[in-house]
């Protein structure tokens, strides 16, 4: 099986001023997160990994779930992305783990 080139991204998302407890405004990110098609996610602890087809596809979740935060009643959201798009070799997100062995 050939592999297509991907676009591999870490998100963060965290609502400003809305307490202590946090998991119902990150589960509302993870639902919309989710909810998108053609796209492989990871979460951790502290975010959530993304792999797509495309920049455009992760510019797409990381709006949407930015934006599904204010809808839940967050008057101040930060948002985190970091993007890793290499187009010399195909890869998926295990490769990167993989590296380091």
Excluded: W
Aim: charged residues 35%.
């Amino acid at each position: 099986m050939k592999r297509k080139m991907k676009v591999i991204a870490e998100l963060v998302i965290s609502p400003v001023g809305e307490g202590v407890s946090l998991s119902k405004y990150v589960q509302e990110a993870v639902n919309v997160i989710e909810s998108f098609p053609n796209i492989r996610v990871e979460h951790h602890s502290m975010g959530t990994n993304i792999e797509a087809d495309d920049i455009d596809t992760i510019l797409k979740v990381t709006k949407k779930a930015h934006e599904s935060l204010f809808k839940v009643g967050c008057k101040r959201v930060v948002t985190t992305l970091k993007i890793d798009d290499r187009k010399d070799k195909p890869r998926i997100m295990e490769d990167k783990v993989k590296a380091l062995e």
